[in-house]
């Protein structure tokens, strides 16, 4: 199985790689935060309570998003690989990972690390907010938050995939294709590795 863990702050252009990386390898994409959302329109408990936290740029707990994890990957065990985008976004969400993959016999291939400044950040947020319709895309202080929750809780995680040798950054400014190339790159050097 190919498993990639695609890694950045909010608006660093994982979902757009994402997309383009399904595509070239077949994968199959869980993004926590589209599950949540999807939670959410559905009006399900856990969507009301993960909404409260969602709209005040805060993480959900560990466990909520490790569940809806573990039943996907349950549920789709003849896949390719799959690529997780926004999750894991904590050091015990990265351990929970890999015991669940463990589980049937795989692992992580590579973590992808999309590298965009902070002032990048705030103006694709803002701009991604007048249309994506996300009422945490709106608000500069909201978005702000975001990225907090991410240097202090999320950061970390790049260390837990360094440590594994399976770490790899790449410039998120620049063309879509080019940004797409360089993780062709990686994946290509991991799969062979
Ligand atoms: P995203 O669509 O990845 O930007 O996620 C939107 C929001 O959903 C985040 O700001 C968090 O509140 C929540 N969320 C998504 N994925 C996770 C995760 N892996 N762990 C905790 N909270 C998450």
């Known amino acids: 199985m190919l498993n990639l863990v695609l ?18 390898y077949g994968l199959i994409h869980l993004s926590t935060g589209d ?3 999807s939670e959410i329109s559905q009006g399900t408990e856990l969507g009301l309570k993960a909404k409260k936290l969602m709209d005040e740029g805060l993480l959900v707990p560990d466990e909520v998003v490790i569940g809806m994890i573990e039943s996907k990957i349950a549920d789709n065990r003849d896949a390719a690989g799959f690529i997780f985008d926004g999750f894991p976004r904590t050091v015990p969400q990265a ?9 049937y016999d795989q692992g992580i291939t590579c973590m992808i690390a999309l590298q965009v ?15 994506s319709g996300r009422p945490d895309d709106a608000d500069e202080a909201l978005i702000q938050k975001r990225v907090v929750e991410y240097n202090t809780k999320t950061r970390p995680v790049a260390d837990y995939y360094a440590q594994q040798g399976k770490f790899y950054a790449i410039d998120g400014i620049g063309e879509i294709e080019d940004i797409f190339a360089k993780s062709c790159e990686i994946i290509g050097a991991c799969q062979l590795a």
Do not use: C, W, Y
């Not at 790689?17 to 595509?23: A, H, M, P, R, Y």
């Not at 351990?95 to 589980?103: F, T």
């Not at 400044?117 to 249309?131: H, S």
């Open 7 to 24: 890694f950045g702050p909010p608006g660093a252009g994982k979902g757009t790689q994402s997309q383009k990386l399904i595509e070239k």
């Open 95 to 103: 351990e929970a990972l890999d015991q669940l993959l463990e589980k």
């Open 35 to 37: 599950l949540l959302r």
């Open 117 to 131: 400044d902070e002032q990048e950040l705030v103006k694709r947020l803002l701009l991604r907010g007048k249309t």
